[in-house]
Nanobody, 115 residues
Framework: VQLVESGGGLVQPGGSLRLSCTTSGSTISFEHMSWFREAPKKEREFVARVFSDGGITMYGEFAKGRFFISGDDPLNTINLQMNNLEPEDTAVYYC?????????WGQGIQVTVSS
C-alpha cells in the first residue's frame, strides 16, 4: 500500500492550495486518514483527520476555520483544502492512514507560503 500526495507548491500569503492523497496498491478502506506537517526545525504536528465512520473530522487548532479535510467513501483518498495561507504554514505535508493497527505514511509534499 502506498500513499501518494499531490497538489503542493508555492503560494502567496492569503492564497489557497488543495492537497490530495491517493492510495495505490490496494483497494483497502481505512478507518481514518490524516494530514500531518513538519516545518524546518520543528516536530511533526497534526493537521486534520477524517474518519470513515460518519465522515467525522478533527483539526489542529491552527487549522480550524482555514483548512478543510474531506474523504471518499470507501475511505482511501483524502483532500485538504487550505485557505488564507500564512508563511507559518510552510512545511512538508504528510498523508497518514490507519487500518486495524497498521499505519501508513506518504512521502510528503512541500508547501511554501511566501511573497
Amino acid at each position: 500500500v502506498q500513499l501518494v500526495e499531490s497538489g503542493g507548491g508555492l503560494v502567496q500569503p492569503g492564497g489557497s492550495l488543495r492537497l490530495s492523497c491517493t492510495t495505490s496498491g490496494s483497494t483497502i478502506s481505512f478507518e481514518h486518514m490524516s494530514w500531518f506537517r513538519e516545518a524546518p526545525k520543528k516536530e511533526r504536528e497534526f493537521v486534520a483527520r477524517v474518519f470513515s465512520d460518519g465522515g467525522i473530522t478533527m483539526y489542529g487548532e491552527f487549522a480550524k476555520g482555514r483548512f478543510f479535510i474531506s474523504g471518499d467513501d470507501p475511505l482511501n483518498t483524502i483532500n485538504l483544502q487550505m485557505n488564507n495561507l500564512e508563511p507559518e504554514d510552510t512545511a512538508v505535508y504528510y498523508c497518514f492512514a490507519y487500518e486495524e493497527g497498521n499505519t501508513y505514511w506518504g512521502q510528503g509534499i512541500q508547501v511554501t507560503v511566501s511573497s
